[in-house]
């Protein structure tokens, strides 16, 4: 549906003549996030853009801006397909755990 195109930078990355993207659990597979393994709860990025989710210095916001958690500086809005449903209570785990994450930083 995305292409195999980052939803943060569009990048359609090719590997062995193939596209390539990955799965980014929103709100974590497994203890202790438990959440799960439904497109609601996916993103489709490209590697550098998952690693940077996975870590907590990159989190969407409710306009769907992504931002940086060090600053709250604005990336690039998210990009979206009608046809992939993102649960809003997801991406407010993941900020919660953003802002969890800034504060241990500072």
Request: aromatic fraction near 8%; charge should be negative; hydrophobic fraction near 30%.
């Amino acid at each position: 549906m995305h292409g195999n195109a980052c939803q943060v930078c569009g990048a359609c990355l090719w590997y062995k003549s193939r596209p390539y993207s990955e799965a980014a659990h929103i709100r974590g597979l497994g203890s202790p996030h438990d959440g799960p393994d439904e497109l609601q709860n996916l993103l489709c990025l490209c590697p550098n853009h998952h690693v940077l989710f996975d870590g907590l210095e990159i989190y969407i916001d409710v306009d769907d801006m992504v931002k940086w958690t060090r600053d709250g500086e604005p990336l690039r809005r998210l990009r979206r397909h009608g046809e992939h449903q993102i649960d809003e209570t997801y991406l407010q785990y993941h900020r919660t755990l953003c802002e969890l994450n800034g504060l241990t930083m500072k």
